[in-house]
């Protein structure tokens, strides 16, 4: 009977020491993901906030005007579709930053509609 028992408290104990090697191994692995998620999510945001900006520069060169929306561009064929904000996961939240030119209205800028801050502790929606 004790041979059982020691049998059991060994196969107990080695189950114990997996179990730590695992959870050591998810306290490194862990943090390093949710990491790379967070400068994946900002690196999508830089190449949005470029592609749309570069669409506004490029309907205001051909048409003389900043468009209205963002719908426009889309209807222009500038942009395939509205990107979704990164950090809001929404078409519709990005700010839109008006022209403050009187005789060109519409769309000058494009931002983040999101309240988060970056890696560098800069506001997303400074960008």
Known sequence: MSEKVDCDTEALIALLVV???????????????????????ETVLRQDLAILREAIDKHYADLGQYP???????????????????????????????SEDPDHEGIRDVHSGAAENASDGSPVAAW
């Open 68 to 98: 209205n929306d963002l719908a426009a561009l889309v209807d222009k064929k500038y942009v395939r579709a509205v990107p979704l904000d990164p950090y809001t996961n929404l078409a519709d939240s990005w700010t839109l930053i008006p």
């Open 19 to 41: 179990m730590v090697i695992i959870g050591m191994l998810l306290s490194i692995a862990v943090p390093r993901y949710f990491h790379t998620l967070k400068h994946a999510r």
